[in-house]
């Protein structure tokens, strides 16, 4: 997305970064856009940051933290609409593996992972967003479930 097509959705009001691999570009957005930027805690040293908490409340969002994935990983929940969950780096959709758990090479450990990502079975949601590969946009709740069971 170019810079552009961002401004064009409307005024960008936080930074919320997912693991501690994702810190990226977030100093300088949130220069350009006067924006706070909420991190894990792996990044404190890093970046002047909010720190991200289990159960933390960011606008409409809830932080959940996933325990075992990459450092610092976290799910952003959204109830409105059916529910969304944006996720950082503990499942990805793309080719050649479609919908899947990230790959236990990148865990801290993959056991932990599913049983924190279990607990998202507790929420409401028919959408799933993803920091790698295409959207999951219907009964994304089911796909989920599906997946953690096999």
Do not use: W
């Not at 040293?45 to 289990?54: A, I, M, T």
């Not at 758990?101 to 924190?116: E, G, H």
């Amino acid at each position: 997305m170019h810079r552009t097509d961002l401004e064009s959705l409307g005024r960008v009001a936080r930074i919320v970064i997912t693991n501690a691999n994702h810190a990226r570009n977030a100093a300088t957005f949130a220069h350009s856009y006067s924006a706070p930027i909420f991190a894990p805690p792996e990044l404190r040293g890093e970046l002047r940051s909010h720190n991200l908490h289990d159960g933390l409340a960011i606008g409409p969002l809830r932080v959940i933290r996933i325990e075992g994935a990459a450092d610092g990983e976290f799910a952003l929940y959204h109830a409105d609409d059916g529910g969304t969950l944006i996720m950082g780096d503990a499942l990805i959709n793309f080719d050649p593996h479609g919908f899947t758990l990230l790959p236990r090479k990148y865990c801290t450990n993959q056991k932990q992972m599913v049983r924190s990502l279990r607990k998202l079975l507790d929420l409401d949601f028919s959408r799933i967003f993803f920091a790698h590969g295409n959207p999951i946009m219907i009964r994304a709740r089911e796909q989920l479930e599906a997946l953690l069971d096999s």
